[in-house]
């Protein structure tokens, strides 16, 4: 292969250099040679108005067996018209039409791609082209998949080709610039000195003027930004993983987020161009709300976007969340199989506003308030009124050894019942107990738990209170890290949880 990278036309460079740095090196314009089998290339230039637009630089452009690099075949000039028109005899396979103007400062671009012929078929003499042109349009190319360790990437056609930066590659995304409007069919990757040449999955992508378009390897996708929502690890559960010298990152973080308003789109991607699982919750009053799992969240903040891409890709949210309600009436049960796990991993939430003394004070009869409970009378946990601080809550756990004995010892008190909004969170993860009030942990120990401890949990009950933003939902084995000699990623997880939803309130 030749040395690529002296061959590459990078990103930023103008238009007449991208000729000199691509073409073969031979001057064609002009050229007429008589043969039957050439063509007339024809057509109109405009704006994206519609105005004609003379002096425009049209190109007849073929791409390099060996290079895959775009060259010049012939060109020509419009007239005061926008009109053009050339001779060619060409390269007998598929061609592209360029076109270049310039209105002042700024450069126009757009082409039209593949015009599915051979030059000695049936086809007219005479090809005809109508092409818009308008600003370049900018490609942003996530890094991964398929195209993490890529050296360079050129569009078919377009005389646009790019090489990621050093820390473009640390970034995970590469931009590609002065992208011509058109229908974009092909793309050479470089990769390790083979070139690897694929058209799109689906049929060519549509570039529009000044467009700012997403490609993801990973799910091929191609679309633009309707509006872009900034993600990174809240304040307070960073100062968790760095007090204990952990790693920034939390994984499959669920994240209450708000869709644009008014505004069609069919995809949610993360800073790593990854489809963002996406839940509605029952009940909701909201219809932009959405709980959203996120793979991977760190300090850095990353720019997630909600797309309007060219295709349509339905949500195929994973199963992590299996109970979602905005609000749940006291009295609900569940009887869910699907619950039943191998090894009980999960955790329950809810925010709850409840002033237990004037509950106590209005009925006369000092009943005890149940909050919410799993499981049976014997193996699982139920969340209550203390029995003797009615502002309180207490978490007991059912955990007979065995399916006759029952351990009821109160793994959690905290106040919750005082009239105020609190968030309350338990986690059972790997035979390990996280309970969070507002986000803070005030239990985190391991349990002995029975074998059979996971299998009656599908026995769920809300007890004796609504409760808003109800969620039941699996954690998996990324929530804790290899090498973490603790839970703490567990309790920054819990209170980015928290701090998650209560930015919303």
Known sequence: MKNLKTFLCLAGTAMLSFMAACSNGTDTAGVITETESGKTIAGLITDTEGKALARARVYLTGVDTVTYHTYVMDSAETADDGTFSMYSEGDRHHFRVLAKAAQKSDTLLGFEDYYNSTWDTGWPDTVHFEIEVGAPAVVQLYLQGGFGDIDSVCFHGTFVCAAPSKEELEDGRMTIRNMPAGQLGKYTVWRNDTAHTSPFVDDPKSVRPGDTLYWSGIVALWGSSVETLNITIPEKAKAILDSAGLEPTLNN??????????????????????????????????????????????????????????????????????LLYSEIEAGTTFFDTNFVLQTPSFAVSFWIEKDGEAADSSDGANSRI????????????????????????????????????????????????????????????????????????????????????????????????????????????????EGDKDWDRLKAWLMAFYEMQNLLY
């Open 370 to 481: 149940e909050i919410f409970s799993a499981g049976t009378d014997t193996l699982g946990f139920e969340i209550a009124q203390c029995e003797k601080d009615a502002q309180f809550i207490c978490t007991t756990i059912r955990n007979g050894i065995d399916s006759a004995a029952t351990d009821s010892t109160i793994y959690g008190k905290a106040k919750v019942l005082d009239g105020n909004r609190h968030h309350v969170s338990l986690a059972i993860h790997e035979k390990h107990l996280a309970i969070a009030i507002d986000g803070i942990t005030i239990r985190d120990t391991d349990l002995k738990l029975a074998e059979n401890f996971a299998r009656d949990l599908r026995h769920i009950q809300v007890g004796d209170e609504r409760l808003e933003d109800f969620i039941v939902y699996h954690f998996d084995k990324s929530i804790r890290k």
């Open 253 to 322: 973080l669920i994240v209450p987020v708000f869709a644009p308003k008014d505004k069609e789109f069919n995809m949610f991607i993360d800073g790593w161009g990854s489809n963002v699982d996406l839940f509605t919750a029952e009940k909701d009053k909201s219809t932009e709300k959405y709980w959203a799992t996120f793979d991977t969240v760190n300090a850095k903040e990353q720019e997630a976007h909600w797309l309007m891409t060219q295709y349509e890709y339905p949500h195929k949210p994973y199963n992590n969340i299996r």
